[in-house]
């Protein structure tokens, strides 16, 4: 069950104001200030403004521990268990993040010549993370690049499920840097204008930066304390077809076998998912992939949705990210819309959200998100109605 969730991004520095953002259509597209990006061809990507200044208390590391522990306190005020340093210590509570680039701060601090303000590397953002909050728990971290939002929370649902934990923070988060944008320049994936998923004219991806949080319970540990849930995480499904180190397999196998396995662990039919909240990056063979998946899997009448149009793609953030949205999804009967839209490629056989906001109630939502090297991921989240269906330990 999910009680709480939190969010950076660059259109919204809070859940609330991402979602209203994310519905007026705001697109965070500019030129990159985070570094000189004089020796690139593209220029443009999606930051957070003002970063220092997220959180109120002093935040140890570099930017990615930044970006993230605002996040993760939002969504544990939100969920009810917002506790002071020591407080928690005693209490069986985790953390998993998701993350493709980790703290890259400091090596980029070393490349320019400086000394390392923090220590860098992937595992130390939850270890920041836990020591702020004196969380005391397992401490994951996922690096399985942009599908590793969808990963960590599928390993924070196994935690609950065996009974390790009795809280799970599941989150993902990137920082916006050069190491990252110059890899994505040199395969030639980013746009030089506008991120358009499924669009005829689409040129490729927009680098973004921010963070999502969710925190996990048991339904009955929820109940108990007097919690106020917001949705259901019903199941997930991964999968690793490894067709090519950077290009999606144009049959879609994987994916298929990730989203048929998330309904078959949610325990639904396919027909009962309403709206699939998809990875969506802009590019021509991943947006023609996932058509693919879903068309195969739900027909091409199936309606979706990328957010990457507003606020870039986030890497590990990603699918942290738009795991939060779908909870907003459900509990406001509004699905967010694709931006930047002109056409849709007749190639993308689905029902494509252009430009507006659809306002459509729906009992269950997918989200996928995908990586490199073939990895495949999906998750089902369920609207709340008081229903028995929550994670039970074993």
Known sequence: MITGVGAITPVGTTVASTWDALLQGDCAARTIRTFDSSGHSCKFGCEVDDVDHLSLMPVPGGRATRLLIPAVEDALYASGLYFGQSEGKARRYG??????????????????????????????????????????????????????????????????????????????????????????????AMTPDLCRPFDAERRGLMLGEGAGALVLERESDALRRGAKPLAYLLGYGLSSDAHHITQPDPKAAGSIRAMETAIEMAGIHKEQIGYVSAHGTGTPANDRMESVALQHVFGDEIVTSSIKGHIGHTLGAASAIEAVVCVKALVSGLLPPTINMRRQDPACSVRVIANEPLAMRT????????????????????????RDMGIQSA
């Open 363 to 386: 009992d269950y939502i997918m989200s996928n998100a995908y990586a490199f090297g073939g990895i495949n991921t999906s998750i089902v989240i369920g609207r709340y109605e008081g």
């Open 95 to 188: 953390i998993c993040v998701g993350t493709t680039m980790g703290e890259i701060t400091p090596l980029e601090e070393l490349m320019a010549g400086q000394q390392p303000k923090s220590i860098g590397g992937p595992g130390v953002i939850a270890e920041n993370v836990a020591d702020y909050f004196d969380l005391a728990g397992p401490k994951w971290t996922i690096t399985n690049a942009c599908a590793a939002g969808n990963m960590a929370i599928a390993r924070a649902v196994d935690e609950l499920a065996a009974g390790r934990v009795d809280m799970m923070v599941a989150a993902g988060v990137d920082a916006m840097s050069w190491v990252a944008f110059t890899g994505f320049a040199s395969l030639r």
